[in-house]
């Protein structure tokens, strides 16, 4: 949590907003965005409603009205506690999901409804079904980035957060097939941050046949985050040739051959971590481009090279103006079918447990 952490009047917002954010967001924008954020807060109180706000939201968003503020694993865990009536979900629809797989009695909201994700769209249940077919006796982690359906077809969820605990507990279970799910990217570098190989879903039987069946292998499927996907060597190359000594931060979901070069690879609280706890002369991270400037405001002290220029579209859907309204109007309501919803709340509740 990192925002306004008591009901603050509006000159008491005011100020936080402008101390928070000078220097990352234009004085005339914080100003035009005081009263919304008050609204929500005071609506959010009177509503008995929690705001959990991912790492991705924009600034005058990210440093306003959130109760809590983390990535997928922290505020799935949040929304497995709270007591609010109304969670409204600042982030994208399938966080708003996995939050409803939790709470089936409360109700949530994700302020728009075309908050996507490239990573959710990007495979079905009746992919999820072939592939168990195609690998019987495999087990199936997908991601927590999908939706509903997705998850009710899958033995475990992981975030960026806990990939690699999840996959090695399954090793040490004896698990020689994992269908990993469905960031080609996050597969292949979690493997390679454990030592076991990794192929895609549809390479060739020759190049399966060659992997021993007492070898624990890794494998894939296509899609890829459209943010992170987008990161090259180039990007690193340039930012190590004017901040030599910069650490350089990326998330798992960027391209393996990007991941070979920086020198840490992590969730984003990992991210946020490490900018809090470890000294540097500066710090590059190679992810959406809230992050830097939500740390950036968080942690002024610390240096952040300002050279990501990729937002998300689907995070950037959600607005103070379109949370005020979700609050108001009630909208958008996640609702999901139950049988589904039941059967998907078993691997995001164990995902929970490996933490
Ligand atoms: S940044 Fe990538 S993974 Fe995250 S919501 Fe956007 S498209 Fe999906």
Redesign the pocket.
Known sequence: MNTLQVRASLDETRKFMHERLQGIVPEIEIEAKVEIAHGINELKHEMNAVILGHN?MEPALYHSIPDYTGDSLQLSSIAARTTADIIVFCG?WFMGETAKILNPGKTVLVPSEKAG????EGITAADIRNLKEKFPGAVVVTYV?TYADAKAESDYCCTSGNADKVLTKLIEEGHKRIIFLPDAYLAENTATQLGLPYLDSEADEARFAAISKDQPLVIGWKAK????ELFTPEDVANIRKQYADAVILAHP?CPPEVIDLVDKSGSTKAMVDYVRDKDAPWYALLT?CSMGDNLAAEFPHRKLVRACTLR?K??NYITLEDTLNALKNKQYQVELDEEIRKQALIPIQRMLEIQ
Do not use: D, Q, T
């Open positions: 991705y994208v994700c490239s990573l959710a980035n985050c459209e943010v992170h979901e959406e998300c689907h995070m």
